[in-house]
């Protein structure tokens, strides 16, 4: 009931904060105030520089916009043209203590990592080192400690930690846009629509154009999600997603993102015929009871909820057959990656 009532109140927000209605303009004093106090945090902290380059790939639309799978397809580039690459990140809905980061790797054999870092850092353990807790500057020094060698730290999220330096920063947009282009409460943005200005690159996330306020060409950089394969969480089997419709029926996606119908978007542009759609709130916490009540179906979920789901479902027999659709985001234009590592080296150069 509670998760129910949450999805509500969010699906509400989200669509008043698409256009300006009357609890927009009702809200609109307050959003001047968060202004206020936004700019004089600024004002009064100074970031600590690190002697690593540090990219920050962020947001300034509430909630997620897909910046995780970007994160990763950057530090896997990164990382394959020769860079050692670390990752540093908040570690959404996890206790940890500021003064001790925790850490991983993809050597890492720690049970139910999703549980000791969180679910996006969990995911990007596989590709690269990383250090987890609400401090970035201490994360950035975890890091450091565990591997001295490391050429470029890449934030997974962080855009609007004041105290956190950054080289390069990646803002992503998905298919929502800046909504009504106004700040919170009375909009979705974290930051005034002008903080754009100041990003090396804006990623648009999305199937469909989608117009940026401020964004110049030079910046902008447009990326849909393709499906890789698809991972039978029990079994551990992938398969190519042409085959996904000889699968029984009936088919239900299931998804606790920040913004569910992008995945359901991704899963329909790849002509994969779902039945039912779920979403669910994001961070969504499964249980073996949730997925024990599932009805007798195939569910696709996304990597994010594979982290959780995964360990639950091991040597247990459900009624339901859950599979992970895993995506990779393909870059217009197409030598993103290699501008992107262009500047790493640049600024690598430099410090």
């Known amino acids: 009931m509670g998760a129910n009532f949450r999805l509500k109140v969010e699906s509400f927000l989200l669509k008043n904060w698409q256009d300006k209605t009357f609890f927009y303009y009702v809200l609109l004093p307050f959003s001047y105030v968060y202004k206020f106090i936004a700019k004089s945090k600024k004002i009064t902290q100074t970031p600590h520089q690190s002697k690593i380059p540090v990219i920050v790939v962020g947001n300034i639309f509430i909630g997620g916009t897909g910046k995780s799978p970007i994160t990763k397809s950057i530090a896997t580039y990164l990382k394959n043209k020769g860079l050692k690459v670390g990752i540093i990140s908040r570690g959404y809905g996890i206790d940890i203590d500021p003064k001790i980061p925790r850490y991983a790797s993809p050597e890492s054999e720690i049970q139910n990592l999703n549980l000791f870092i969180g679910d996006e850092p969990s995911e990007l353990a596989s590709v690269a080192p990383i250090a987890v807790g609400p401090d970035r500057n201490a994360d950035i020094d975890k890091l450091l400690n565990e591997n001295p060698d490391i050429d470029i730290i890449i934030s997974d999220d962080g855009l609007q930690n004041t105290s956190l330096f950054r080289d390069l920063e990646i803002i992503v947009f998905d298919d929502r846009g800046v909504g009504n282009g106004q700040v919170l409460p009375s909009g979705p943005l974290r930051e005034p629509i002008e903080r754009i200005k100041k990003a090396d690159f804006v990623v648009i996330n999305s199937d469909k154009p989608i117009q940026i306020p ?66 669910l709130n ?50 217009e234009p ?18």
């Open 214 to 279: 401020y964004a110049l060409p030079s910046q902008i950089v447009n990326s849909r999600m393709l499906i890789l394969d698809i991972e039978n969480l029990r079994y551990g089997d992938t398969f190519n997603p042409d085959i996904a419709d000889s699968l029984e029926n009936p088919k239900i996606a299931m998804a606790g993102i920040g913004n569910p119908q992008k995945f359901f978007n991704t899963l329909k542009y790849a002509g994969i015929k779902i039945d039912k759609f779920i979403p």
């Open 334 to 351: 197409a030598d993103f990656l290699e501008r992107l590592y262009s500047k790493v080296i640049e600024l690598k150069d430099k410090k």
């Open 282 to 331: 994001d961070h969504f916490s499964y249980d073996i009871n949730y997925l024990d009540d599932l009805e007798k179906a195939v569910y696709f979920v996304t990597s994010k909820d594979a982290s959780k789901i995964r360990p639950l479902i091991k040597d247990k027999n459900l009624k339901a057959m859950i599979y992970c659709v895993h995506v990779e985001p393909e870059f």
